[in-house]
Structure formats: C-alpha cells, structure tokens
DNA sequence: ATAGGGTTAG
C-alpha cells in the first residue's frame, strides 16, 4: 500500500480508473475512513466517479453507519446517470439496512427497475437483522416467485431467520434444501447452522454439525459455546473455551462474553474475575462485555464490585441500567434500585425488563406503596402493557406484604389469562398469612395448571395440608404421578480456593463425606442448644417426623455449607449458589450457622441473594 | 478494468 499511495501521489495525471485503483485497494483492508477520504478528494479535483466508485464510497458509509454523507453520494450518482445501475443501487439498499431503515430499502427496491440477486439478499438479510423475520421470508417468496433461486448467501439469512423464529423445523428444512442442492457449505453456512441449532437447544445437532466443518474459525467456536452457555450448559460452555484455546485459537470477546454468561450462572467468581482481568489487558471492556461484567458480579456475589464497573461506563444503554438495577433486587437492595431507576429514566429510555427487575426489586424489599406507583406509571406513562412477569411481580409484591385481596383484584383484572408464576405468587403469599381460603383457590388453580417444577407442588401440597384439605392433597400427588414429576434434583455448588465443589442432596459421594456429616453433627447439636427447631413441612413424603429432619440435614446447601467451613480459613466468607430456592428449614439452619461459625455465608438461590451474618440474614426474613 | 449481499455476545 505504501508503493502504491507513493506511486499514485507523483502520478502527473489521474484517471477515474487510477482513483478507482486506490479506493478499491482501501475498501478491500477495511479502512472505510480512508475510502471516504479519498472519495472526496477525487471529488474536490473534480475527477468523474464512476458506477465502481459509489459503490465502494456508499460500502464505506455503511459500515461506518454514515446515513447522511450515504445520501449525499446518492444524489451524486443519480446525477451522474447511476440511478438504475444494479451495484450502486444494491450498495444504498445496504447501506439503509446497516442503518436500520428497512423501510426506506423497501422503497428504493421497489422503484428498481432491474434487481439481481445481491439485492434480493441484501433485502432478506436486512430484514432478519433487525429481527423482521416475517418480512425476510416474505422477501424470499416474492424472489422465488420471479424464478430466482437462492444461493448459500441468502440461507444464510434464512437460517438467521429460523434462530430468531426458534422454528427448527424450518432450519432442518434449509439445511436439507441446500444438501439436495448442493449449495455451498462454507464457514459462515455452518457457523449460522450451528447457531440456529444451538440457539434453539438442540445442542447435538450443532454440536455434530460443528464437528464436521472442514475449518472452523473463532466465530464459530464462539456460536457454539455461547448456545451452551445460553441453554445453561455453563460446564461444557468452559470446556469448549479451554477446547477452542488449545487449537490454537485465541478467545474474541464474544467468546469470553459467554463464557461470564456461565461464570454467573454456576457462581464462578474466581474464573469470571480472571476474564475481566483478560479481557482489559488483551481486549477491549465495551458496553455489552462491560454488561456481562457487572451481571457476572452480581450474580457471584460481588455487588459492589459490579457497581464499581457500572459507574466506569461512560456510554450506557437501557441493558445496562437494567443489568444494574436487577443486581440490586437481587441483593435486596430496592431502595437502591429505585434510586437507579429514577437515574436512569432521564438518560435511556426504561423497556419491560426495566420494569421487571424494578418491581422484583421492590417487592423483595417490601416497598408496597413504591411498587404500586410505579406499576401504575409503567402502563400510563411508559405505555408498556404489563406482561405476565409484570403481574407476576406485582402480586408477588403485595401478596408478600399481607395484602391478598388487593393481589386477587389484580389477578381479576389482568386482560391476559394468569398462568402458573402468577398463581404461585398469590399462594406463597396465602401460606405465609395463612390465608387458607384464597390459598385454595389459588392452589387448585395452580394445580389445574399443571406445572412440571416438584417445588411448586410441595408448596400447593402444604397450602391443602394446613388447611386440612387431606382429599386434595391425595388429588396432588395424583397429579404428579400422572405427570411423571420427578424432583429437579437439587444441588449446591462452593467455590472453595478458587475451585467449584458441587453436592447434591443426599449427596454421599464426596470424599470429605464422612467430615462433613460429622461437622453437621456438631452444628445441629449447637443449634438446638440454641432453640433451633427443625421445620419438617419443607419435606413432601409421607415418613416419620425424624427420617425428614434427617432430610433437611442432607439438602445439598448444608452439605456445600459444611465442606467450606472445613476447607476454607477461619472467617472467610463463604459463597454457596443452589439451583432451587433455600426451604425455610435451611434459611433458619443457615442463620445460626453463621452464628455459630462466625462466618459471612453468602447463598445465592434460585431468585435472589441471602447474606448471612451475626445470626441473621438480609432479606430480612422477607423471601 | 475494478465494484455490491453472509457467521458469534450483554
């Protein structure tokens, strides 16, 4: 390039061609400013562009979202006698895309008067980027109507299409489509296979698919482990990151992004902050890893940390605010919350998952008077429909604070039908009120329901029980019978010296196991010292009153509780994530536990955070 | 004497 700008800088006179040699070489190395740059020189000495020289100028706008200068050079082209030439017009076709007006690409497709394939593609792909994808494939039949046929670009856009859809059925379909064509399968075909497939569970598919691609570049490992990551498989999510380093590849950030993703979903603080500190010395912390930071945090325990990055970003956008505010509510910070959102509403503009945390945040908080203002601001100001989650919230907050008739009245007034997480927040809160009479209402409707999560029915189970309703709890063990309802098995996973322990309930495998059973001896004999009484009505069977304490001793959070407690130093916190939520049994155990110990233990369930410390815990109780 | 459409993340 340096010969080549030398050269051209002492040539005495320059063609349309000559500049056309130099812009091009530019766009090819991906340098859109210098692109733009020599465009308007060649401009300014009034050399004539030609059909080549809008293209790769309006080439270079697009990839620099450039709206304004793109319309300039097509006011130029048009009046240079490009108006119908197919590559300038397939360029301004992209170039709306890039910026998000498929309407104004709309338009201007449909006055072309000629259209090839590059512009049908440009359309369908367009439309599936911004997640149109009714549109995208109504693009496509319209093609296929002229009588063109789609080469591998455009399944591309398709496939993109189906990821978005969650429809495999019609993945499976363009994926056969193209074997009996025999259409092209190269790196970008398969990545947005195995993405598709990935991204709709089917993490087989993607997985075989993966493994028979010819090549595989970091885009592709990284498709593949943020489906797992996603789908919850945080362990094969790592595996595949160690995986993908050992074939030479170094991780981009979308690649370590998932991997926070699963950092924060198995409580892997140590691993999530050795990303963070990768990812500011060999990368960049933009707005989207910077987010993936402060969830991963959050969600390992480290509020504050999480904070410290928050006030670090300059830019922020709505995912951000609400990645911040839902930290707090689940540390069962609402007042903090709520000061964040007021924040933010001047700066982005809040959406329904703004909502969603605000109102979690409140109602773990027991800010009952808060949560109804700003739900009622939520639909007349914002103008966003309460979804179910919404409703859900919102029940939860006043159920949870005693108020079950006004929780009723809502349910009645919701314009969608209530399901199960609406239902099970009224009836948690009738148990804790012992407000038998709406709790079995509440409870046959849940069971009507169907779940498939063994918890909600122990809950419906207890609810029938305290009322004496013994036919009805018969009705739910039927119920689950009928179902095949197995229990999600429940477990508990340390971090101990930088290492995941994970235990299950009942969990006799480990090989600390006999320690640990006898340091939960010890505990529990302190514990009923002092005046510790355990809750058997967590346990959903029918045995005797001293087989279910013994259940409760083994739920998986004790046994992860004790192994920290024997393998860390003395008063170091201690940080426990569980995939179900703690029993009320636990939650009590839990609290003289770190009496007892002296010990910060820091249980993170399956809705919120629990920090425990000096007999208590920070929610108060209020769970 | 060349030029336009494609893969992954919060």
């Given at each position: 390039?340096?010969s080549?700008?030398?050269?051209?800088?002492?040539?005495?006179?320059?063609?349309t061609?000559?500049?056309?040699?130099m812009i091009?070489a530019?766009?090819r190395?991906h340098?859109?400013?210098?692109?733009l740059?020599?465009?308007?020189?060649?401009?300014?000495?009034?050399?004539?562009?030609d059909?080549?020289?809008f293209t790769?100028?309006?080439?270079?706008c697009?990839?620099?979202f450039?709206?304004e200068f793109g319309?300039?050079i097509?006011?130029?082209a048009?009046?240079?006698g490009?108006?119908?030439d197919v590559?300038?017009?397939?360029?301004?076709?992209?170039?709306?895309?890039?910026?998000?007006?498929?309407?104004?690409?709309?338009?201007?497709?449909?006055?072309m008067?000629?259209?090839?394939?590059?512009?049908?593609?440009?359309?369908i792909?367009?439309f599936?980027q911004?997640?149109?994808?009714?549109e995208?494939?109504g693009?496509?039949w319209?093609?296929?109507?002229?009588?063109l046929?789609g080469d591998?670009?455009?399944?591309?856009g398709?496939?993109?299409v189906?990821?978005?859809?969650?429809?495999?059925k019609m993945?499976?379909?363009i994926?056969?489509?193209?074997i009996?064509?025999?259409?092209?399968?190269?790196?970008?075909?398969?990545t947005s296979?195995?993405d598709?497939?990935?991204?709709?569970?089917?993490?087989?598919?993607a997985?075989?698919?993966f493994?028979k691609?010819?090549w595989?570049?970091?885009?592709?490992?990284?498709?593949?482990?943020?489906?797992?990551?996603?789908?919850?498989?945080?362990?094969?999510?790592?595996r595949?990151?160690v995986?993908m380093?050992d074939s030479?590849l170094e991780?981009?950030?979308?690649a370590?992004?998932s991997?926070?993703?699963?950092?924060?979903?198995?409580?892997?603080?140590?691993l999530?902050?050795?990303?963070h500190?990768?990812?500011m010395?060999?990368?960049?912390?933009?707005?989207?890893?910077?987010?993936?930071?402060?969830?991963?945090y959050?969600?390992?325990?480290?509020?504050?940390?999480?904070r410290?990055l928050?006030?670090r970003?300059?830019?922020r956008?709505?995912?951000?605010?609400?990645?911040?505010i839902a930290?707090?509510?689940i540390h069962?910070?609402g007042?903090?919350?709520l000061s964040?959102?007021?924040?933010?509403k001047s700066?982005?503009?809040?959406d329904d998952?703004?909502?969603?945390?605000?109102?979690?945040?409140?109602?773990h908080?027991?800010l009952?008077?808060?949560?109804?203002?700003?739900?009622?601001?939520?639909?007349?100001?914002?103008?966003i429909?309460?979804?179910?989650?919404?409703y859900?919230?919102?029940v939860?907050?006043?159920?949870?604070?005693?108020h079950?008739?006004?929780?009723?009245?809502?349910?009645?007034?919701?314009?969608?039908?209530?399901?199960?997480?609406?239902?099970?927040?009224?009836?948690?809160?009738?148990?804790n009120h012992?407000?038998?009479?709406?709790?079995?209402?509440?409870?046959?409707?849940?069971l009507?329901l169907?779940?498939?999560?063994a918890?909600?029915?122990t809950?419906?189970?207890n609810?029938?029980?305290?009322?004496?309703k013994?036919?009805?709890?018969?009705?739910?063990?039927?119920?689950m019978?009928?179902?095949?309802?197995?229990k999600?098995?429940g477990?508990?996973?340390?971090?101990?010296n930088?290492?995941?322990?994970?235990?299950?309930?009942e969990?006799?495998?480990?090989?600390?196991?006999?320690m640990?059973m006898?340091?939960l001896e010890?505990?529990?004999s302190?514990?009923?010292?002092?005046?510790y009484?355990?809750?058997t009505?967590?346990?959903?069977h029918?045995l005797e009153e001293?087989?279910?304490?013994?259940?409760?001793c083994?739920?998986?959070e004790?046994?992860?509780?004790?192994?920290?407690l024997?393998?860390?130093?003395?008063?170091t916190r201690?940080l426990?994530?569980?995939n179900?939520?703690?029993?009320?049994?636990?939650?009590?155990a839990?609290?003289?536990?770190s009496?007892?110990?002296?010990?910060?233990?820091?249980?993170?369930?399956?809705k919120?955070f629990h920090?425990?410390?000096?007999?208590?815990c920070?929610?108060g109780?209020?769970?």
């Amino acid at each position: 390039m340096c010969s080549a700008l030398q050269l051209f800088d002492e040539m005495p006179q320059r063609m349309t061609p000559t500049w056309n040699a130099m812009i091009i070489a530019y766009s090819r190395r991906h340098s859109p400013m210098k692109v733009l740059s020599l465009y308007r020189q060649m401009i300014i000495e009034g050399v004539r562009p030609d059909s080549s020289t809008f293209t790769v100028a309006l080439k270079a706008c697009a990839s620099l979202f450039d709206l304004e200068f793109g319309e300039e050079i097509r006011s130029l082209a048009v009046n240079c006698g490009y108006k119908d030439d197919v590559f300038v017009g397939s360029s301004l076709l992209n170039l709306y895309a890039k910026c998000g007006k498929m309407d104004e690409a709309m338009r201007v497709f449909d006055s072309m008067p000629k259209r090839d394939l590059v512009c049908w593609t440009t359309m369908i792909t367009g439309f599936s980027q911004c997640g149109r994808a009714a549109e995208a494939v109504g693009v496509y039949w319209r093609m296929k109507d002229e009588g063109l046929e789609g080469d591998s670009i455009v399944m591309v856009g398709l496939i993109q299409v189906c990821a978005i859809l969650g429809d495999v059925k019609m993945g499976l379909s363009i994926h056969g489509h193209m074997i009996r064509r025999d259409l092209r399968m190269d790196v970008f075909v398969e990545t947005s296979l195995v993405d598709m497939y990935a991204k709709n569970g089917l993490l087989e598919i993607a997985r075989h698919v993966f493994k028979k691609m010819s090549w595989r570049n970091v885009v592709s490992w990284s498709a593949l482990i943020s489906g797992y990551a996603q789908n919850g498989f945080a362990g094969d999510a790592l595996r595949l990151l160690v995986e993908m380093q050992d074939s030479g590849l170094e991780p981009d950030l979308v690649a370590l992004v998932s991997a926070l993703l699963a950092c924060s979903h198995i409580g892997f603080l140590k691993l999530g902050e050795s990303i963070h500190g990768f990812i500011m010395r060999r990368l960049e912390i933009n707005r989207i890893s910077a987010t993936a930071i402060i969830d991963m945090y959050s969600k390992c325990g480290n509020l504050s940390s999480a904070r410290a990055l928050f006030d670090r970003i300059t830019s922020r956008d709505t995912i951000s605010w609400n990645a911040m505010i839902a930290s707090y509510g689940i540390h069962g910070h609402g007042r903090e919350a709520l000061s964040l959102f007021i924040q933010m509403k001047s700066q982005s503009r809040p959406d329904d998952a703004t909502f969603a945390s605000l109102l979690s945040a409140l109602s773990h908080s027991g800010l009952v008077e808060e949560g109804r203002y700003w739900f009622d601001l939520m639909v007349k100001e914002f103008r966003i429909q309460p979804s179910e989650k919404h409703y859900a919230c919102m029940v939860d907050l006043l159920a949870r604070a005693g108020h079950i008739k006004e929780a009723q009245k809502l349910i009645e007034s919701m314009t969608i039908e209530p399901g199960i997480p609406v239902w099970v927040a009224l009836l948690s809160g009738c148990r804790n009120h012992r407000k038998l009479e709406i709790g079995e209402m509440a409870a046959k409707k849940v069971l009507e329901l169907k779940p498939d999560d063994a918890g909600i029915y122990t809950l419906v189970s207890n609810v029938f029980a305290a009322a004496r309703k013994w036919d009805e709890v018969a009705s739910v063990r039927k119920v689950m019978k009928e179902k095949g309802i197995k229990k999600v098995p429940g477990y508990s996973v340390a971090e101990v010296n930088g290492n995941l322990h994970a235990f299950l309930m009942e969990d006799k495998s480990h090989p600390q196991h006999e320690m640990i059973m006898a340091m939960l001896e010890r505990l529990n004999s302190k514990m009923r010292d002092m005046g510790y009484v355990p809750k058997t009505e967590f346990v959903l069977h029918d045995l005797e009153e001293e087989v279910k304490e013994q259940m409760l001793c083994n739920h998986s959070e004790r046994l992860a509780i004790a192994f920290a407690l024997l393998n860390t130093a003395p008063r170091t916190r201690i940080l426990i994530t569980k995939n179900l939520r703690v029993c009320g049994d636990c939650h009590t155990a839990t609290k003289f536990v770190s009496e007892i110990a002296d010990r910060e233990i820091v249980v993170r369930d399956v809705k919120r955070f629990h920090h425990f410390k000096d007999g208590a815990c920070s929610c108060g109780d209020y769970w």
